[in-house]
């Protein structure tokens, strides 16, 4: 077990439908990092937050935004969806810095139809 | 730009023999590389990283990689495979020039057969 946690597992919804993925990190871990995994596109950086802060963008879509709140957990929002945002989307928790490896969560499930 | 590539999207290895997952790196700087497993429906598992020192990193069950400058690689290896080591293995460089984030290979499926 990472100490990650991500919910829910699953998320099924239709085109042009919001949804909102939630991440707990590591006790301790000050970074959240949003990753998406697709067949076509690999594992793909989204965006880092850092004590709050956004720290770091990377391919994520003006449709999706997130953030990290006091207690450090961070959110993930997806609007508009289309079918090709269908994905796993794993968020993963560091102490920060670049000796520290991240640690994943299970990752959402999402599935736009 | 940091970058990593898995030239095999798969191996496969009999149970009991050694095997090897190659990666190969291209950064600015001091490389910063990792090794991931991740079993189906499952989220990613660190096994290893290399920072400096020993150019041989001993991680998680039984594997072990080994960092070579001069051809910019950084292989997974394992003395003796197991049918549960089928997984699905990423290398990742850290981008330490614009976070601490980590970059991702496109993976190499690992099929060790009985």
């Known amino acids: 077990d990472s100490g990650v946690t991500q919910t829910p597992k699953h998320l099924i919804t239709a085109t042009g439908q919001r949804v909102t993925l939630r991440c707990s990190p590591r006790s301790g871990d000050l970074s959240v990092y949003w990753y998406q995994q697709s067949l076509d596109q690999g594992l793909q950086f989204l965006i880092q937050?850092?004590?709050?802060?956004?720290?770091a963008k990377g391919n994520i879509l003006e449709r999706f935004s997130a953030q990290q709140f006091p207690d450090l957990h961070s959110e993930l929002n997806l609007s508009s969806l289309e079918l090709g945002d269908s994905a796993l989307y794993f968020c993963?928790?560091?102490?920060?810095?670049?000796?520290?490896?991240?640690?994943f969560g299970n990752g959402t499930r999402l599935t736009v139809t | 730009a940091q970058s990593v590539a898995q030239p095999e999207d798969q191996v496969n290895v009999a149970e009991g023999n050694p095997l090897t997952v190659k990666c190969t790196y291209s950064?600015?700087?001091?490389?910063?590389l990792f090794w991931y497993v991740q079993y189906p429906n499952r989220g990613l598992q660190f096994l290893l990283k290399y920072i400096t020192g020993d150019n041989l990193v001993k991680g998680s069950y039984g594997f072990e990689a080994e960092f070579n400058k001069s051809q910019t690689s950084f292989h997974l290896k394992k003395p003796s495979a197991l049918v549960s080591d089928s997984a699905l293995y990423f290398c990742?460089?850290?981008?330490?020039?614009?976070?601490?984030?980590?970059?991702f290979g496109t993976g190499t499926r690992l099929q060790v057969f009985p």
């Open positions: 937050y850092y004590n709050g802060e956004e720290r």
């Open positions: 950064v600015s700087g001091n490389p910063y």
């Open positions: 990742a460089v850290r981008d330490i020039q614009n976070t601490d984030k980590l970059i």
């Open positions: 993963a928790s560091s102490v920060g810095g670049d000796n520290s490896p991240l640690h």
